[in-house]
T-cell receptor
Framework: NAGVTQTPKFQVLKTGQSMTLQCAQDMNHNSMYWYRQDPGMGLRLIYYSASEGTTDKGEVPNGYNVSRLNKREFSLRLESAAPSQTSVYFC???????????FGPGTRLTVT | GESVGLHLPTLSVQEGDNSIINCAYSNSASDYFIWYKQESGKGPQFIIDIRSNMDKRQGQRVTVLLNKTVKHLSLQIAATQPGDSAVYFCAENPPTNDYKLSFGAGTTVTVRA
């Protein structure tokens, strides 16, 4: 099992550009999450999907959109990137909404 | 070595000593807590969890203690090793937030040889 995979690992964008971060899990988990991590701060939830077909906003959803493509895949889209979105983005999954979350390796995004 | 208070971000520990990492959580109704370890350049990795109906839970070389009276969580690492150097996060699961974990800022643990 690969667990949770994320692509790309690194990305540099110019202000105003768009991109989609991809996430996939092979553990048959129901719930998936997108977090961002900034220096000196804990993980902050952007969006989550409690189950296939549902998505909900987290703590910091502004400037992002998500798609739960199927049970395995959960993508995060930045429509018009801003320097404030420079961060490390982590995708995670869990069997259910409650319980241990398994994290991917992260995507380091820089917006200039 | 021991970290005290919510906002002490670093802990330096001598190899072989025990480490104690502290965390204050915010929601008295939180019913589930997790400790994660994050090594440099990697995603967080689960260490141990505890439910609110327990005071203590032990794993391999780690123990989590929960004091609901003062909303305090601690992670004890026995015989700290160089591989324990990482950032450690506590997370709480407030039931009012629909099971979205709320993470603390983290404590950086450095093990001295």
């Amino acid at each position: 099992n690969a667990g949770v995979t994320q692509t790309p690992k690194f990305q540099v964008l110019k202000t105003g550009q768009s991109m989609t971060l991809q996430c996939a899990q092979d553990m048959n988990h129901n719930s998936m999450y997108w977090y961002r991590q900034d220096p000196g701060m804990g993980l902050r939830l952007i969006y989550y999907s409690a189950s296939e077909g549902t998505t909900d906003k987290g703590e910091v959803p502004n400037g992002y959109n998500v798609s739960r493509l199927n049970k395995r895949e959960f993508s995060l889209r930045l429509e018009s990137a801003a320097p404030s979105q420079t961060s490390v983005y982590f995708c995670a999954s869990s069997v259910h909404r409650e319980g241990e979350q398994y994290f991917g390796p992260g995507t380091r995004l820089t917006v200039t | 070595g021991e970290s005290v208070g919510l906002h002490l971000p670093t802990l330096s520990v001598q190899e072989g000593d025990n480490s104690i990492i502290n965390c204050a959580y915010s929601n008295s109704a939180s019913d589930y807590f997790i400790w994660y370890k994050q090594e440099s350049g990697k995603g967080p990795q689960f260490i141990i969890d505890i439910r609110s109906n327990m005071d203590k839970r032990q794993g391999q070389r780690v123990t989590v203690l929960l004091n609901k009276t003062v909303k305090h969580l601690s992670l004890q690492i026995a015989a700290t090793q160089p591989g324990d150097s990482a950032v450690y996060f506590c997370a709480e699961n407030p039931p009012t937030n629909d099971y979205k974990l709320s993470f603390g800022a983290g404590t950086t643990v450095t093990v001295r040889a």
